[in-house]
């Protein structure tokens, strides 16, 4: 039965396998690191956390793109495009790195989002060059596509990255959200991106085995969540792009509804926090426990149970829309998505979710307080 299997099908279980096998390998050296060195992060009055926990997960997710993806697609010679976006990964992964251990700006996290989602535009142009028809407007001018293809990987990065509150949700959401392009993008032959999918896959399921290990227990961080983020924001934009051409085996007419609901969770309370948030006079990046996960888990679930509540519906929400949405028209099924996000709006709502300010200082325990200013951001767990 398995030799019957294409030759395609055995490279993308040669690359789930192997960046499994790598983050497997390499998580439990950066754990024993980040113990030796210090480097946990510490429980404040908003964690879902009560001890010290290493947070330099992304390292190993990191290792295994960096590794497996470019073998794979040199050895398939798929790598027209994929190498390409290295570049902005390498930016992403070395300031999430640098915000774990040290805490920055969250402006100059912003600039470097910025800087990586242009230089993969500029690099790869892989970019959103219609809106199929919404507002009666279709091919965009190279200018207004290079600037919405940068807006949409900011919201997308911060959307994931924001939604990386308790263990095994982000890469719970990840795993989901890469299972359902891989399988598109193999339809479409775009092999050099389903081997994107199946190694972050990979990387992301050994990844959540450590999450919630009670010995090696590590957290995904921002060097993770950033590029995990921008990994997701490239696979959604590459899927709209696909779809902006003439009709093909795995063509889909309303690509953009079908994004959205693919990154259902993220964005949609990333989207209702700012709206909350601006609604009760805070500023939208004002930390608090106001994110869907934390609404789950006081409700009385554990962590376990809150993320396979939260993908359970991420994965419906997509299994219906692909249903309800592939083919209809990109007005309607947004508009429809609108109401949607509106009794979302109206059913998670929280009283006084806002947390006490707080002192943050670098997790090496030896650097100076952060200013408040520079606080108001979202924590990792």
Known sequence: MFSDLPESVWVMLFALMSSYAVVRII?????RVSREKHLMDEPNNRSSH????????GVGIFAAIAIVFTTVTSLTGQQNQAHLILPSLVILFFIGLKDDILVIDPYKKLIAQLLAGALMIICTDIRMGSLYGLFGIYELPYIASFLFTLFFIIVTVNAYNLIDGIDGLAGGLGIVVCVTFGIYF???GLLWATALCATLTGALASFVRFNFSQVNKIFMGDCGSLTVGFVLALLAIKFLQVNEVS???????NAPALAIAILFVPLF????????RIASGRKPFHA????IHHFVIDSGFSHLQASI???STNAVVISLAFVAFAQSSVTGSLLFLGVLFVTYLLVVRRKNPTAKPHTKYSKYYVSKPVAAKELQREPVN
């Open 309 to 311: 509540i939260l993908c």
């Open 186 to 188: 193999y339809m479409a």
């Open 269 to 276: 309370d990333t989207l209702r926090l700012f709206i909350q």
């Open 247 to 253: 009709p093909h085996t795995a063509y889909v007419q």
């Open 288 to 291: 608090d426990r106001n994110h």
């Open 50 to 57: 009560t001890q010290k926990t290493p947070s330099l997960g």
């Open 27 to 31: 998580i439990p050296v950066v754990v």
